[in-house]
Structure formats: C-alpha cells, structure tokens
C-alpha cells in the first residue's frame, strides 16, 4: 500500500525520528475509533443511547486533537483551522439548537451534503496538489472519492428539500422521456473520465468534467424518487459518504478517516436495508420504482363516506374502553403533541384503562422517530411495542386511536397492487373494535393514496391539531369541563 500511496506519507510524523509524537496521535486516533464503534453500538438500544452519544463525542474530540497534532499544520494553517471552526460552530450551534425534532431528517441530510462536500474538495485540492506525481491507483480513489462527493452534495440538498415540502420541488416523482437514459450517460460520463485520469492524470480538463456530472446525477438520481421514500434515500446517500471519506482515508494514509468513513458507510447501508425491509421494498424498487409513474396511478383511490367524532364523543369511548392503543404517526410530531399524548394514557390509566403504544418501523420521517419523541415525554419504554408484536393483539383492542399517521396503516398496501405502498407491512388498526383518527384534514400521506382506513365503517374521524385534540379529549375524560361548567 506505500508503494500505492507514496504522497500521503508525509502527513503523519515519521515513526523513526519522532516516535513520541507518532504513538501519541496513533494513541489519539485508536481510542478515537473505539468511540466510534461503542457509539453505534451503544445508539443501537434505547437504554443506552445517551451513553452511545458520549461515546461519539469523545470519539471526535479525540480525532481532532490527533489531527491538530500533525506536524505538516504550520502556524498560519492553525488560525485558518480557528476560524473555520469558530464559523462551523456558529451555523451548527443554532441549527442542533432550533431545528425541531419533525425536520431532523433534513437537517441530517443537510449535513450530509457538508460533508459530502467537505470530502470532495478535500480529493480536489489533493489532486492538484499532487498533480502530475500520481499514480493511477490513488487517482482512481481521487476519482471516485470526488465522483461520490459531488453526487451526494446534490441528492442530499434535493432530500431535504423535498421532505421540507418546498415550493419548486415537487414530492411525487419528477419523470421524463429517456430519464434512466439520461442518468446513466451522464454517470457513464463520469466513470470514462476517472479512467481517463486514471491513464493519464495530467489531463487536468477531465476534473471539472467529473464534478458537473457528479452534481447533475446527484440532481438527477433524487428527482424522480417520491418524498415517501426520501428517509431510504437519505440513508443511502450516507453510506455514499462514508464511503468517499474511507477513500480519502486511503489517499491520505489517515487511519481514522479510513475506519469513521467506513462504520458510516455500512451503518447507512444497514439502515437503508430495515427501512426497506420495513417497506417491503428493494433498492432497486425504491432508485427505480417511480419512473414512470403519473398523477393518475398515484391517487385512483376512489373517495368514499366518512364519519366523524366531537370530543365529547371520542371522549365517552375512549374513557369507556378496556384496552386502548395509541399510533403515532408525522402528525402527532408536526403539533408537538407528545406531552399531550402522555398526559392523555395517564388521564385513561386513571379511569381502569390499558394503554400501550404501536410503533411502525417507518413512522414519521426515520426509524426510531416516534421512540424518541414518545421518550422526551417520559412515556414508558415497555409501552412501546413494536409492529410484529402489536399486530396480533389488535383483534382484541377496543380503540386504536391514530394520531397524524397515514401510510403505515392504510389497509390498502395489503390488497391493492396498484397502490404505491402496496406490499408495505402496515399496522393492523383496521382489525380493532373501532378505530379514532386524529388528523387535521383529509390530505393523503407521504405516499400520495387515499387511506381506505379513513372510510372504514369502523373509523370516526376527529378533526384538528394533534395537541389541542389531545387537550380536549383530557378534559373530557378527566371531567373537568363538567366542573368549570358548574
């Protein structure tokens, strides 16, 4: 591998002369990596995910103090180190401060983007650095490494933009004549010129070549992908970037980057795999799947009647019931509602009434959404129960009371092949005694269908903002209107 990489040596203290200072950033670097491999682990179970948070944090506190340790920083090359730190800290202190839990997702894939694109200029300046000393084994890495970052700064911004909901971008497929033609040329292009490169890396042309094609694929992988399968898709342009930082790791003999790059990588890719199992989807399906697709064959669901509930209502049923399971869904998140939530089982528990919670894989924008808003307001972990546990219990459970979700218990992904959800598991509320939906309007989900759930003869419908629902049914239930009244 030195024989492969005869630049990047110089970056790290010669073991033979400064021995000292080569242990202690090895020292830095390895305890470093334990952190990040103790923090998945760690994040991986409820019970100890704080202590999983830790464990990365210290991870990157020590990788960054063995990086300033290298000897090629010169004075000046600190105080640009500062400042860029000092503005890095200013944009993400507010962002992890003010970013609400319901736009995480686009805030992870906007740190994707960063750096994805921290990655590729890192591979850019490396190549003309190194230019025309380089061989073709760390050009091909540069190339590559460069390709994946351009592609993923792109496809990230077009995720986040299409969970945001903003106005230019639709969230239903964009598709056009000769799309996955389109796609592969311009990928194609981008391959011919890393082996171009590869032959002859003087051919300095070919590098902005390689960037435009790498930022139009980004663009053009992203748009015709529905906004139900952007989290999938957020997961996948992770591993993408870890697996450019563990190229640059290659190139730049940085032992760290190779190991972080590459736990990021295939934690982005196992991810993405229990989401799309969660789907009942393949990757393939999720890249391809919606090529093609129309308006039409999005919402064919033929609308039918409705009933709905006043809270006095839903609250005489709720509080009359024996066993009650609450869904949460993107609703319950977008209102804040969790506090109501938990305030809500407890008002019902008071009355002699069973609550547990049913948790869909896919609920909300990420797996383990709903777990951790539910956890902020100090819900029991035990109620928790997961979709392949819950799903028989449901023929036994009086009312299923579903707050803002949609898609994941549409009874349609079970019979009709037409739907885009078809196949998905679902939970099953729609076997429960009766079934109370909490939305604010008749809008479909993430997926673009009708829910069929809402037009069950078994489902009320009670309209309004998952939080100020939630106080209404508590005051119902608890009495307390009956006192003020009186």
């Known amino acids: 591998m030195t024989e492969l990489l005869p630049m990047a040596t110089s970056f790290f203290p010669d073991p033979s002369t400064d021995t000292g200072l080569y242990i202690l950033i090895s020292l830095f670097y390895l305890v470093g990596a334990i952190g990040f491999v103790l923090s998945l682990k760690w994040m991986s179970d409820a019970k100890t995910a704080r202590k999983g948070i830790f464990a990365g944090e210290i991870g990157f506190v020590l990788a960054i103090i063995g990086t300033l340790l290298l000897p090629v920083i010169t004075t000046t090359g600190y105080i640009y180190i500062a400042v860029a730190m000092l503005i890095g800290a200013a944009i993400g202190v507010p962002l992890g401060l003010l970013v609400p839990m319901t736009a995480m997702p686009q805030r992870i894939a906007l740190s994707h983007a960063f750096g994805a ?54 969230q239903r497929p964009i598709v056009f004549p000769l799309q996955k033609t ?122 039918g009647s409705i009933r709905s509930a006043s809270f006095d209502e839903a609250g005489d049923i709720l509080k009359n019931s024996r066993l009650v399971v609450i869904v949460p869904g993107y609703g319950m998140a977008v209102a804040q509602a969790q506090h109501k939530v938990r305030e809500l089982a407890d008002t019902l528990e008071k009355e002699g009434v069973e609550v547990k919670y049913a948790i869909h894989p896919v609920a909300g924008r990420m797996p383990g959404h709903m777990n951790v808003l539910l956890a902020e307001a100090n819900v029991p972990y035990e109620q ?37 959800i078809y196949g998905m598991p679902i939970l099953d509320v729609d076997k429960a005694a009766s079934v109370m939906v909490v939305k604010r309007s008749m809008r479909p989900g993430f997926a673009g269908v009708e829910n069929e759930l809402f037009f069950n003869e078994k489902t009320l419908m009670v309209f309004g903002d998952a939080k100020d629902v939630m106080g209404e049914l508590i005051t119902e239930i608890s009495g307390n209107r009956d006192s003020i009244n009186v």
Not at 404 to 414: F, K, Q, W
Request: aromatic share 8%; proline share 4%; charged share 15%.
């Open 117 to 170: 694109l921290a990655a590729g200029l890192v591979g850019i300046a490396k190549y003309y650095d190194a230019t025309p000393d380089i061989n073709w084994f760390v050009m091909a890495v540069l190339g590559i490494e460069i390709t994946l970052g351009a592609l993923v700064f792109t496809g990230s911004l077009m995720a986040a933009g299409k969970l945001q909901e903003v106005k230019w971008l639709a």
């Open 182 to 303: 389109l796609n592969f040329a311009v990928l194609g292009l981008a391959v011919l010129m890393v082996v171009i490169l590869a032959v002859d890396p003087s051919q300095v042309w070919a590098i902005p070549v390689i960037i435009v094609a790498g930022l139009a694929f980004g663009v053009l992988l992203i748009i015709p992908i529905g906004g139900a399968d952007m989290p999938t898709v957020i997961a996948l342009l992770n591993s993408y970037a870890g697996i450019a930082a563990a190229l640059l790791g290659f190139v730049l003999e940085n032992n760290l980057l190779i190991v972080a790059g590459a736990l990021d990588g295939m934690s982005g890719l196992i991810l993405s795999i229990i989401m799309c199992r969660a789907m009942n989807r393949s990757f393939r399906n999720v890249l391809f799947g919606a090529f093609g697709a129309t308006e039409a064959e999005w919402s064919d669901q033929e609308a």
């Open 384 to 420: 928790l129960i997961d979709m392949e546990e819950i799903n028989p219990e449901f023929p036994q459970v009086d009312v299923v009371l579903v707050l803002g979700a949609n898609d994941v218990v549409n009874p349609a992904a079970r019979h009709d092949q037409k739907s885009p």
